[in-house]
């Protein structure tokens, strides 16, 4: 995920996020939206080891938490498979990457990396 992205997501959910990201978030941009929405669900109980993409889908390692956190985290797993990691719009799951049609035939995923 770009920086500037990931700054947003520290700053607004600091207790989740600031300073306790090793390697920050290990995903595209396409999941922002996701991982805000979560962000807002989850309890301050909570204390988020590692967000990455791991075999196309969403991967949100927590400690904590209450079973609603649990159910959040799983909710929003599976939704990923369903959102292009690229652009955030419609996708499906295409050789370890979930992609819309429109990056799927643009093919340049670097493009779309900043």
């Known amino acids: 995920m770009n920086v500037l992205l990931e700054r947003m997501l520290e700053e607004k ?5 600031l300073g306790k990201l090793k390697w920050g978030f290990e995903c595209d941009n396409g999941w922002f939206q ?3 929405a979560l962000s807002k669900k989850l309890s301050h109980s909570v204390e988020v080891l590692q967000v990455k993409e791991k075999f196309g889908t969403l991967r949100f390692y927590i400690s904590g938490g209450t079973e609603d956190d649990q159910a959040a985290v799983s ?4 939704m990923s498979l ?6 955030g719009m419609d996708g499906e799951i295409n050789n370890y990457k979930v992609l819309c049609e429109h990056c799927r ?3 340049d995923l670097e ?3 900043v």
């Open 75 to 78: 909710k929003a797993e599976n």
């Open 105 to 107: 035939l643009e093919g």
């Open 13 to 17: 959910f600091q207790n989740l996020y």
């Open 34 to 36: 996701l991982l805000y």
């Open 82 to 87: 369903h959102i292009c990691e690229l652009c």
């Open 111 to 113: 493009a779309w990396i």
